[in-house]
T-cell receptor, first 110, second 113 residues
Framework: DAKTTQPTSMDCAEGRAANLPCNHS???????VYWYRQIHSQGPQYIIH???NNETNEMASLIITEDRKSSTLILPHATLRDTAVYYC???????????FGTGTRLTIIP | DVKVTQSSRYLVKRTGEKVFLECVQD?????MFWYRQDPGLGLRLIYF???????EKGDIPEGYSVSREKKERFSLILESASTNQTSMYLC????????????FGPGTRLTVT
């Protein structure tokens, strides 16, 4: 699976959009981009995934660049409950496993 | 809602003890996974199972074994616990097929003294 690079930490003001970047420059054509988050003292939680088109669900939006070498997770109106570690994962289609990195620690500031 | 439960939130064991960590899921998922999480290292896959009695090694299987006798239950076994196995252990499950997300349990914080 391709490796990912994320900033170690980020802050965002409550109510603003939180934009979390992820670099995956070695991604190949059969690899999906997944995002999970882990709130303190809980297990990771799935957020969203995509292949090459932008995706949106009730939690977030995922923007993947045209060359697929990077992506951005957008939390449109961040709340204090969004404070968590966010993991960007690249996963080969057909591979059941996820490989987690160290993620981005997002802190939402009141 | 999918529920993945783990037998204990906190566990303290002595070096050399045999340790069982239990995980149960209620969504009839085919796949189950065991990870450990350590500061600075993220989550690392220990073992996973894609069917009853089937298992595959993950990235760090040394010192661990697993058992899956029933579809809903996946056990992680530390045959002889050591202090370097002190960690947070997370269980997850998913439906078969890579388009399905993994659902995680709350974790078991194991301390080996």
């Amino acid at each position: 699976d391709a490796k990912t690079t994320q900033p170690t930490s980020m802050d965002c003001a409550e109510g603003r959009a939180a934009n979390l970047p992820c670099n995956h420059s070695t991604i190949s054509g059969n690899e999906y981009v997944y995002w999970y988050r882990q709130i303190h003292s809980q297990g990771p939680q799935y957020i969203i995934h995509g292949l090459k088109n932008n995706e949106t669900n009730e939690m977030a939006s995922l923007i993947i660049t045209e060359d697929r070498k990077s992506s951005t997770l957008i939390l449109p109106h961040a709340t204090l409950r969004d404070t968590a570690v966010y993991y960007c994962i690249v996963r080969v289609f057909g591979n059941e496993k996820l490989t987690f990195g160290t993620g981005t620690r997002l802190t939402i500031i009141p | 809602d999918v529920k993945v439960t783990q037998s204990s939130r906190y566990l303290v064991k002595r070096t050399g003890e045999k340790v069982f960590l239990e995980c149960v899921q209620d969504m009839d998922h085919e796949n189950m996974f065991w990870y450990r999480q350590d500061p600075g290292l993220g989550l690392r896959l220990i073992y996973f199972s894609y069917d009853v009695k089937m298992k595959e090694k993950g990235d760090i299987p040394e010192g661990y074994s697993v058992s899956r006798e029933k579809k809903e239950r996946f056990s992680l076994i530390l045959e002889s616990a050591s202090t370097n196995q002190t960690s947070m252990y997370l269980c997850a499950s998913s439906a078969a097929g890579t388009d399905y997300e993994q659902y995680f349990g709350p974790g078991t914080r194991l301390t080996v003294t």
